[in-house]
């Protein structure tokens, strides 16, 4: 079993930067793929960027690439997101996920395990 809770969002500027976590309880966390969702009000969740079991490969999606940035620690079993330059669309619940496999790339037919989701909100 796998929880996952999420932190760090936030009111911020469009053109700002921030960055989530997601920390994982139990040590098969460091075994898993995860992933980072986001759902906008009145949209559905879609995938946002994932990464490997040990940070070796990362995938990310389209409208994200050269802004978002994944990362992962397996020794404090928590998952980054650094966001820069956003824009007022990134405005979403941003959820992590886990996938029990030690790489998986998107698309994602389901994952394992979700946290609650942490709100972003970019104004412009």
């Known amino acids: 079993q796998v929880q996952l809770v999420e932190s760090g969002g936030g009111l911020v500027q469009a053109g700002g930067s921030l960055r989530l976590s997601c920390a994982a309880s139990?040590?098969?966390?460091?075994?898993?793929?995860m992933g980072w969702f986001r759902q906008a009000p009145g949209k559905e969740r879609e995938f946002v960027a994932s990464?490997?079991?040990?940070?070796?490969?990362?995938a990310y999606a389209e409208s994200v690439k050269g802004r978002f940035t994944i990362a992962r620690n397996n020794d404090e079993n928590t998952v980054y997101l650094r966001m820069n330059n956003l824009k007022p669309e990134d405005t979403a619940v941003y959820s992590c996920?886990?996938?029990?496999?030690?790489?998986?790339?998107?698309?994602?037919?389901?994952?394992?395990?979700w946290g609650k989701g942490t709100l972003v909100t970019v104004s412009s």
């Open positions: 990464i490997s079991w040990n940070g070796g490969s990362t």
């Open positions: 139990g040590r098969i966390f460091r075994f898993y793929t």
């Open positions: 996920a886990a996938k029990g496999t030690t790489w998986s790339s998107p698309p994602y037919d389901g994952m394992d395990y």
